[in-house]
Nanobody, 118 residues
């Protein structure tokens, strides 16, 4: 059974930090491209950061220099370190996995709420 389980969300003041984790099971984690998405209230689901199975990380312009994505293939876990948080970073953060080796296989987690507010 495929599972992606996010954790680490919460309420934080502006300029604070949070670290999100996404624990994966049920698929070959190291073979999948991994993503963090954010859905702000009333807005579309936006890509925040991505890390491929092999290759370079990418970030949305709005989070460059503040967020860092990395993965631990042995622990089958995806991370997102979020620093210098802003109220605009508020939203539900989802991790996603995609593989294109045999068509498209895609999995999503249930999301974790991040609220940046004073």
């Amino acid at each position: 059974q495929v599972q992606l389980v996010e954790s680490g969300g919460g309420l934080v003041q502006p300029q604070g930090s949070l670290r999100l984790s996404c624990a994966a099971s049920g698929f070959v984690f190291s073979s999948y491209n991994m993503y963090w998405y954010r859905q702000a209230p009333g807005k579309d689901n936006d890509l925040v950061a991505s890390i491929p199975a092999t290759g370079a990380t990418q970030y949305a312009d709005s989070v460059k220099g503040r967020f860092t994505i990395w993965r631990d293939n042995l622990q089958r876990t995806l991370y997102l370190q979020m620093d210098s948080l802003k109220p605009d970073d508020t939203g539900v953060y989802y991790c996603a996995a995609r593989n294109f080796d045999n068509g498209i296989q895609e999995f999503w987690g249930q999301g974790t709420q991040v609220t940046v507010s004073s």
